[in-house]
């Protein structure tokens, strides 16, 4: 029997992770974070479920990579779910020591891939296998343009959106959202002519995220788990859209903060923080959640679409990791290396497990030729 340790697990991300992986499989579980009371009070709570004694808490500081590694040793696999900037080489060096794998789900790609990077010669030595860039955003953008490939063929455009709109975010979480956000993003670009290019005019489009969300105004934006894919899949144009947070203020204020990299630190990221979660209580409207969208056009003209959405954000990064994880537990995945979450799982397993999960997935294709523009 596998054991996975999360680290950060009674964070509200790594408990719905803990949740989906006792319904789902039947390992043991390690829930591993600095506070020793929550960690028990989380293992206590899914023990008192279907996980009966499956899972355990135990104290352990990720900055203290000599500690670390001394838990890990019980694991087969360990999630990162706690923010790893300023340390991600001990989270990775601990994994390393204990002879573990690792999948992480942290909006910080340029310092967790540097990391393993700098390590990849004795991760691959080892064969271990290390996933980057797991849940919703990072994450599923780059497994739709695989699933799109994997239903169309030869794809030649394609296109992901995503719109994120709540009524209530944790003010801690937008400030590290805010934090993470300059390290996840590098700036307006999308994929044509050869090349990441800064967008003509812009570079808006028009997407329709379904009912109840209907037709958003999207731009583009640069997400560092898409590099490769063109190359891959000989695609023409590929782009990554945000719709936003669903309200011109909330958006705007968003905006300014980005453009005057308000929020890369420390007091800057909590007044940040204060203003948006203000904008929105005050201007967002249901309905709430997370939504993704693809929009693929193949060689012949075949158009799919695929949304993916979830009222809650933290269920929304949970159950693609957990799907993953799926892959992972049978080996078909389980490859020495440095690894991109969407790049690694077989895309069409991946979404029938997700919606499996309750995260909704609809699919739509069409043979007639499309007007496509990215």
């Known amino acids: 029997m596998k054991t996975i340790a999360i680290l950060g697990g009674y964070g509200r991300a790594g408990q719905a992770i803990a949740r989906h992986l006792v319904n789902e499989t039947d390992v043991q579980l390690l829930i591993l974070g600095r506070d020793l009371q929550h960690a028990q009070e989380t293992a206590e709570k899914l023990n008192a479920g279907p996980a009966s004694s499956r899972a355990q808490g135990l104290s352990v500081n990720a900055r203290d990579g000599e500690a670390l590694k001394l838990v890990l040793q019980d694991a087969d696999i360990v999630i990162n779910c706690v923010r790893t900037a300023g340390f991600v080489e001990i989270v990775v060096k601990a994994a390393l020591a204990a002879k573990t794998d690792l999948i992480d789900i942290t909006l910080n790609p340029r310092e967790i891939h540097q990391g393993c990077d700098r390590q990849r010669n004795e991760i691959v030595g080892q064969g271990r296998c290390f996933i980057m860039d797991a849940g919703i955003i990072p994450g599923m953008p780059s497994a739709l343009v695989g699933y799109a490939v994997a239903r169309l063929g030869v ?8 719109l994120m709109r709540f009524r209530e975010w944790p003010r801690e979480a937008i400030a590290e959202f805010l934090e993470d956000l300059h390290n996840l993003s590098w700036g307006s670009r999308i994929y044509q002519d050869g090349g990441w290019r800064r967008p003509r005019r812009g570079g808006k489009r028009e997407m329709d995220f379904g009912p109840p969300l209907g037709v958003q105004t999207c731009y583009p934006y640069k997400l560092p788990e898409l590099d490769g894919l063109p190359e891959r899949h000989r695609l023409e144009e590929l782009g990554m859209y945000s719709a936003g947070f669903g309200h011109w203020v909330t958006d705007t204020l968003f905006m300014v903060m980005f453009l005057l990299k308000v929020g890369r630190r420390g007091r800057g990221a909590k007044l940040g923080a204060r203003a948006l979660d203000w904008a929105f209580r005050r201007f967002c409207r249901p309905p709430f959640g997370l939504c993704l ?3 693929a056009e193949s060689a012949d003209g075949q158009r799919l679409e695929v949304i993916l959405s979830h009222q809650d954000g933290y269920e929304a990064t949970a159950i693609p990791v957990v799907s993953c994880l799926l892959q992972w537990l049978d080996g078909s995945i389980k490859k020495p290396g440095v690894w991109i979450m969407g790049q690694l799982v077989e895309p069409v397993r991946l979404l029938t ?14 043979e007639r030729p499309s007007r496509f523009s990215a």
């Open 353 to 366: 497990d997700m919606a499996r999960m309750c995260l909704q997935v609809t699919s739509t294709h069409s």
């Open 155 to 162: 794809v030649r455009k394609a296109a992901v959106g995503e």
């Open 293 to 295: 969208k693809l929009e």
